[in-house]
């Protein structure tokens, strides 16, 4: 099985997306969560660039890697300048890490309109500055920056530029599409006559920018590159990096080759999820393999097929990348869908029972009236537990009010008062919000908390409104979807009614059920 180095960008690359921005402790612990993948290469910073880097290659010493080696990046030495007097060259060899990635120009065009070097000059730098590092016990990465356009514009010099650095010892010769503007086959092409004239050296850079970098990275390995960059969930400058999950999983488990270690691919999903939490950027969704839709069935034929025999409609086992399976509940979902969802929560309840007859059809009904249970997963399990006399409520609403204020600083504020019984006792309180759902919210954990003190760490972590008729205005039916969470576990219910408000304090009521209804099914 040949090896593939997989070389991760996040902390470098990643880090010039729109809207990313780590701190030293978010780099830290995506190198951890990297590391524990099993990354070989995790390329940190430009130590010479900003504080922030160096203070990050500073505090690299706390780190305990059982597998991946950091990497210090950083440019040749400027023109004119000696390699040994640059001091980005001087930064990354006190760095403090054995790896160190280069990039210079490789296309004659770039030298001459961008950098404003002599051609022989800009081959000078890469070389001296690659020959400084290597002398150093450095191991050195040469990125050939604009390789692919600058070969298509002059493919002597492009090749050249190798040369300079392979000369002066560089590990590994990458070829960067910068401006991710080629198409699969031209990599393929390309990598092709750089493979062959420096066997066992070179790597691949892909950007994103027409769609294409994972297709592109994967045609550069079947080319002859044995080294792949990019970001783990694809973020990065414009549209983004290849996309390192995807490739992953695609090399290794599509094309036989080993990227990380076989036992390490069901931490896939985890390690997406971790890192884009750091970033504070949702995972998409529909992400190949690692995304929460990556094996999501909706369709009454699909879900039927999938029961049947997953391969029908999923072309690897999720558990493979640590994702699972979602049967989606919708409006398109099939009865046998739905009964079997229903199985999850009521495993002895037959399909052929009457009650699950009338389970299916009330939960259609619902539907109909606007209820989406798709994401509503915990909104779901109470219908069902209620509809078959398998839930006691924990308590019941007797009264809400709510006041709305705006003062002359034009602050908006609202205040809220719930009544509630739980048996035959009565709680009544009230609580202020930034607006009405968020004084409910108070109000009414501040109610329940006196008889389920367990509810205090109950928050509303996210709120969504959408309007299902919109041409009757006002009047328009609208669904509420709240999720909420304890600090382990998150969960979401839903709320549907003509007026915005009935409709939020009918998810939120369901949140602090599931809450109440879960706690006790652990503690029996």
Not at 133 to 154: I, M, P, R, S, W
Not at 270 to 294: D, F, K, Q
Not at 447 to 454: D, G, H, N, T
Request: hydrophobic share 40%; charged share 25%.
């Amino acid at each position: 099985m040949k090896k593939i180095e997989i070389f991760d960008s996040t902390l470098r690359d990643g880090a010039q997306g729109e809207s990313v921005s780590f701190s030293v402790e978010d780099k830290l612990n995506i190198v951890t969560a990297l590391d524990r993948l099993g990354i070989d290469y995790i390329e940190a910073g430009n130590p010479y660039s900003n504080p922030k880097d160096a203070e990050f290659f500073r505090r690299a010493g706390e780190l305990k890697l059982d597998h991946a080696k950091l990497v210090a990046f950083g440019s040749t030495c400027k023109k004119g300048v000696a390699a040994q007097e640059d001091k980005n060259c001087q930064a990354l060899l006190d760095a403090g890490v054995h790896a160190i990635s280069v990039f210079g120009k490789s296309s004659l065009w770039q030298v001459q309109e961008v950098l404003r070097a002599e051609l022989q000059e800009n081959l000078r730098m890469i070389y001296d500055t690659i020959h400084l590092l290597t002398q150093a016990g450095k191991q050195v990465f040469f990125d050939a920056e604009h390789f692919f356009d600058g070969y298509k514009d002059n493919p002597e010099y492009a090749l050249q530029t190798l040369g300079a650095a392979a000369d002066a010892g560089a590990y590994k010769l990458v070829l960067c599409d910068t401006n991710g503007g080629c198409f699969p086959e031209e990599i393929r092409e390309i990598t092709a006559i750089a493979a062959t004239a420096f066997p066992g050296k070179i790597g691949v850079h892909c950007h994103n920018d027409m769609g294409c970098g994972v297709a592109c990275s994967l045609a550069a390995v079947e080319a002859g590159a044995d080294h792949v960059q990019g970001t783990y969930t694809g973020i990065g400058e414009r549209c983004g990096n290849a996309n390192l999950s995807t490739i992953i999983a695609n090399l290794q488990l599509k094309k036989g080759y080993s990227c990380i270690p076989a036992e390490r691919l069901g931490r896939m999903t985890e390690t997406a999820r971790v890192i884009s939490e750091i970033c504070n950027i949702p995972l998409l969704s529909a992400m190949p393999y690692v995304g929460r839709s990556a094996f999501a069935h909706k369709g009454g034929m699909h879900v039927d097929g999938v029961q049947k025999n997953t391969a029908a409609f999923e072309h690897i086992a999720p558990q493979l990348v640590g994702n699972h399976r979602q049967i989606l509940l919708s409006e398109v979902a099939g009865r046998a869908a739905l009964a079997a969802k229903i199985q999850e929560i009521i495993p002895d309840l037959s399909k052929d029972s009457p009650q699950m007859a009338g389970l299916v059809d009330k939960l259609k009904e619902l539907e109909f009236e606007g209820y989406q249970f798709e994401a509503a997963t915990a909104s779901f399990e109470l219908v069902v537990l209620k509809e078959l006399g398998r839930f006691t409520p924990f308590f019941a609403m007797e009264l809400f009010r709510i006041i709305g204020e705006q003062d002359a600083a034009d602050r908006h504020m609202a205040s809220a008062m719930v009544k509630l019984r739980v048996g035959d006792r009565y709680e009544i309180t009230a609580d202020e919000g930034d607006g009405p759902v968020h004084a409910l919210d108070r109000a009414l954990r501040k109610a329940l908390e006196v008889f389920y003190p367990s509810l205090a760490g109950v928050r509303l972590i996210d709120y969504k409104v959408r309007v299902m008729e919109a041409g009757k205005a006002t009047a328009s039916i609208v669904r509420v979807l709240i999720e909420s969470s304890d600090g382990r576990n998150t969960w979401t219910t839903v709320g549907v009614s003509t007026d915005i408000i009935n409709a939020s304090i009918r998810a939120l009521v369901d949140s602090m059920e599931y809450k109440l209804y879960r706690d006790m099914v652990l503690k029996n």
